[in-house]
């Protein structure tokens, strides 16, 4: 398909609404967005597994999920990252002596090794269901992307794991990938496997964890809800999430 653009849309803070639902003038704006020949992708933290209730309230078939570790393209996936199990042993080990849950994602499950106040927290923080407890499905199933669930001890994982990268995305718990997996790096991955090098990008977000995602866009969109490192790189802040930010920046690019 020749499209006019290519629309890549954080989740939360950003596409949903403080309840973690779409409302209907942004799904509104989805289908109007396919219409004039933008191709619509989630780019979230979280796998699909946790958000099919998204994906059919916008009628998504893209995404960029796990931070960037895994890339689906209308019903089809065309990348993905996997972390090895040498060093989702270590890991387990570092949570184990930590005293931390440890979480385990790929694009069909999630799981984890045990519940405590941090990961209920985690979960709820998100409007997410709590994870299977399942320690060693690792050993049978592909992982992407691992979480630590605790509000401290980052820096004990950082220097313990310098072939990973790590996403602190709420109070609760820390997104792990492979070194330089980002949504950015996704985003150009994307582009490069569809050969849509001349194709317009927009990235929209609001946290930390998508300073990658709108440095790799061509036009930058933060969020009015947007942190300030966000607002300060934008080409455009629009309104919150609150307040249909999404479709009132679409409107400005004229893409809807």
């Given at each position: 398909?020749?499209?006019?653009?290519?629309?890549?849309?954080?989740?939360?803070?950003?596409?949903?609404?403080?309840?973690?639902?779409?409302?209907?003038?942004?799904?509104?704006?989805?289908?109007?967005?396919?219409?004039?020949?933008?191709?619509?992708?989630?780019?979230?933290?979280?796998?699909?597994?946790?958000?099919?209730?998204?994906?059919?309230?916008?009628?998504?078939?893209?995404?960029?999920?796990?931070?960037?570790?895994?890339?689906?393209?209308?019903?089809?996936?065309?990348?993905?990252?996997?972390?090895?199990?040498?060093?989702?042993?270590?890991?387990?080990?570092?949570?184990?002596?930590?005293?931390?849950?440890?979480?385990?994602?790929?694009?069909?499950?999630?799981?984890?090794?045990?519940?405590?106040?941090?990961?209920?927290?985690?979960?709820?923080?998100?409007h997410s269901q709590l994870p299977e407890i399942n320690p060693n499905a690792y050993l049978?199933?592909?992982?992407?992307?691992?979480?630590?669930?605790?509000?401290?001890?980052?820096?004990?994982?950082?220097?313990?794991?310098?072939?990973?990268?790590?996403?602190?995305?709420?109070?609760?718990?820390?997104?792990?990938?492979?070194?330089?997996?980002?949504?950015?790096?996704?985003?150009?991955?994307?582009?490069?496997?569809?050969?849509?090098?001349?194709?317009?990008?927009?990235?929209?977000?609001?946290?930390?964890?998508?300073?990658?995602?709108?440095?790799?866009?061509?036009?930058?969109?933060?969020?009015?809800?947007?942190?300030?490192?966000?607002?300060?790189?934008?080409?455009?802040?629009?309104?919150?999430?609150?307040?249909?930010?999404?479709?009132?920046?679409?409107?400005?690019?004229?893409?809807?």
């Amino acid at each position: 398909m020749n499209y006019r653009g290519i629309a890549f849309f954080d989740l939360d803070g950003t596409l949903l609404n403080e309840n973690s639902q779409v409302s209907s003038a942004v799904a509104n704006g989805m289908d109007r967005l396919r219409d004039n020949q933008i191709l619509p992708v989630i780019a979230t933290g979280r796998t699909e597994a946790e958000i099919p209730q998204i994906l059919n309230d916008t009628k998504i078939t893209s995404n960029i999920v796990m931070n960037g570790s895994f890339i689906r393209v209308n019903g089809d996936i065309i990348h993905r990252e996997i972390i090895d199990k040498t060093t989702i042993e270590k890991m387990l080990q570092l949570t184990k002596e930590n005293q931390q849950p440890l979480a385990f994602y790929n694009h069909s499950n999630y799981w984890a090794t045990q519940h405590n106040d941090d990961l209920v927290n985690a979960y709820q923080y998100i409007h997410s269901q709590l994870p299977e407890i399942n320690p060693n499905a690792y050993l049978k199933r592909e992982v992407n992307m691992l979480l630590v669930l605790g509000q401290d001890k980052d820096e004990t994982y950082h220097e313990a794991f310098p072939e990973l990268t790590f996403y602190r995305n709420g109070p609760y718990s820390i997104d792990i990938v492979k070194k330089n997996v980002s949504k950015g790096q996704a985003v150009r991955k994307l582009i490069e496997i569809l050969q849509l090098e001349n194709v317009p990008t927009y990235g929209f977000g609001d946290g930390l964890n998508d300073l990658a995602l709108l440095e790799a866009c061509d036009y930058k969109i933060a969020m009015g809800n947007a942190k300030k490192e966000l607002k300060e790189m934008a080409d455009f802040i629009t309104l919150t999430n609150q307040e249909d930010g999404i479709v009132h920046a679409l409107k400005t690019f004229d893409l809807i």
